[in-house]
């Protein structure tokens, strides 16, 4: 039996109701929604963010690759339908797959966007596909999701769309653990029929997609744009009192042609350039060829020889950060001066969206580092931020607050920044304090319930970037700080372990009992496989075995404990 692209659409519209019940942001362009039992804690899929393309400037630059994408999508072209955008943070894949899928959903083709940048995610967002796709409950208890997925997507008559964004570790977030993406056993697969799956990624490797041997993909590179294109995103944004078209074109090629840094300068000339000339103060930053200028100031020319020379990650990433500075110094003289700081703690997280009630104003208002900020005042900081494109904002619904997201090329270039790098006592420490005083909170609930499984899943990717940073720099920060990330990473292991993530839990506790001292890499804990119906054995080269729920639970070493067990029920 199969089903048309309205009966499709008809199905997810009774998943959703079926499913009622709590919805917070869990990534992006995604829902978690948690209701009475284990089926509703999952991730609903929504259109994707199409209402954004007609806030920002015209696409410039894809029209070629946009056509093409079309075409398939359309059935008017034939070729693999599985398409894989790669190229570096900040050259405009996501952009390019969301004007696909306003195009499809301008002619009523189902769209499904799932965010990949952990697997935790893909897996939450391909159960509630299942659910609007019209799968029972009780099979995604009893059966293989990838299968019932795939079964139930094949039954699809007529064209549909499915974007994975930002798997930039495809091999983890898509392949069938052990297997290479080119396997197609895992949540990437031949697609049959007219559908079409769209992958955003910043691996390009052959090595990882087959390298032209795996016949039902196709890779896409996307590249930064040329200097007319690029000079034509600057205009369109900052508009013509910022110069003439041949000084943006000029300003584009030192820039890279990368999109996000185009925008970036583009949003701080459309600023600045409004501003009188007899007002303006000296040194104002007004124009393109101002623009060009300063990056020439602070060495940009060392970086993108005019003479030519290949943009490489690490290029754009040092170039695209001094633009940034840019903006927070624009900030500064507004007087906001610390959404510097703000963006700094920001970047010491996940890449992956930064729950609201992870920032909290107690711990903002005594933190010096911040400038011991109000609640009312770090809003207004997120705000300005937003505003020149630095983060963005995503409503939760049942929550106050907003989800923050930092671009994956911001959140690297401030969080290589020495204020940060090079000093973990400082922005690191304050964020692994906000992540546990999260964890402590008394409304995220216990970590072994489903109903507040939607929360852990949203804090969850945040545990392991935190205990790197700790256990990288354990005699430069306050043991306290130490002890209660690895309290919160246990917590946030029982969650995973409760949710059937058996790897993750290893790696995360593991690492959380190495930093709280608790041993050496000899001295790991691995899980022994346990009995049905029994919690996880744990042993460790140095002692006995002993049981927990799901890890070992930390301590600071201040207090002469590195590990007490958690009573099993």
Not at 37 to 60: F, K, N, S
Not at 536 to 550: E, M, V, Y
Request: proline share 8%; with cysteine.
């Amino acid at each position: 039996m199969t089903a048309t692209g309205a009966e499709a659409r008809a199905a997810g519209q009774r998943g959703r109701a079926a499913g009622a019940g709590i919805v917070v942001q869990g990534g992006r362009d995604a829902y978690y929604v948690a209701g009475s039992g284990l089926d509703r804690a999952m991730v609903a899929p929504l259109r994707p963010a199409v209402g954004r393309t007609e806030l920002e400037p015209a696409i410039r630059g894809r029209d070629e690759l946009l056509a093409g994408l079309d075409a398939v999508l359309s059935g008017t072209a034939s070729g693999p339908r599985v398409r894989v955008l790669h190229g570096m943070g900040g050259c405009g894949k996501t952009t390019v797959a969301r004007e696909l899928a306003r195009r499809a959903l301008d002619r009523q083709i189902p769209v499904w966007w799932v965010a990949a940048a952990v697997p935790e995610s893909v897996t939450g967002g391909m159960q509630a596909l299942a659910v609007a796709l019209g799968a029972d409950p009780d099979q995604l208890r009893m059966g293989s999701l990838s299968e019932i997925v795939w079964v139930h997507l094949g039954r699809l008559q007529g064209a549909w769309l499915l974007v994975f964004d930002n798997a930039d570790d495809p091999t983890r977030a898509l392949a069938a653990p052990g297997e290479p993406v080119c396997g197609g056993n895992g949540w990437l697969r031949p697609v049959s029929g007219a559908g079409l799956i769209v992958v955003t990624s910043r691996d390009g490797l052959d090595l990882t997609w087959g390298g032209g041997r795996c016949r039902w993909l196709a890779t896409h590179p996307v590249e930064p744009l040329d200097a007319a294109e690029g000079g034509r995103v600057l205009v369109d944004l900052a508009g013509s009192a910022a110069g003439s078209v041949p000084d943006a074109e000029e300003l584009s090629v030192r820039l890279g042609g990368l999109p996000l840094a185009l925008r970036t300068v583009g949003s701080y000339l459309a600023e600045t350039a409004g501003i009188p000339g007899w007002l303006a103060e000296p040194g104002t930053v007004r124009t393109f060829a101002d623009y060009h200028r300063a990056l020439d100031d602070v060495g940009a020319s060392t970086l993108f020889p005019a003479t030519g020379g290949d943009l490489t990650a690490d290029r754009a990433r040092e170039l695209v950060g001094r633009t940034w500075e840019l903006s927070l110094d624009l900030l500064r003289d507004r007087g906001m001066p610390e959404a510097r700081a703000l963006l700094r703690l920001l970047s010491c997280f996940a890449d992956a969206p930064i729950p609201p009630y992870v920032l909290r104003r107690d711990l903002f208002a005594s933190s010096p580092l911040l400038g011991m900020i109000s609640g009312n005042r770090a809003w207004q900081l997120l705000r300005a931020l937003a505003g020149f494109g630095l983060v963005n904002l995503y409503r939760q619904a049942d929550r106050p607050g907003d989800a923050v997201v930092l671009h994956p090329l911001v959140r690297d270039t401030s969080a290589a920044h020495p204020d940060v790098a090079g000093d973990p006592a400082g922005f690191p420490a304050l964020a692994a304090r906000l992540f546990a005083a999260a964890t402590e909170a008394g409304d995220l609930g216990d970590p072994a319930d489903p109903a507040a499984w939607p929360a852990w899943q949203a804090l969850a990717p945040h545990a392991a970037p935190l205990l790197r940073q700790v256990s990288a720099a354990l005699d430069r920060l306050p043991r306290p700080v130490v002890g209660a990330l690895c309290t919160a990473a246990g917590r946030t292991g029982q969650y995973l372990h409760a949710r059937g993530c058996t790897s993750r839990p290893k790696r995360c506790c593991g690492r959380s009992w190495s930093c709280a001292g608790g041993g050496s890499a000899t001295s790991t804990p691995t899980p022994s496989p346990p009995a049905t119906g029994s919690p996880p054995s744990w042993k460790t080269a140095a002692g006995p075995t002993w049981r927990s729920r799901c890890s070992p639970r930390c301590w600071s070493p201040a207090a002469g404990c590195s590990v007490t067990p958690i009573p099993t029920r």
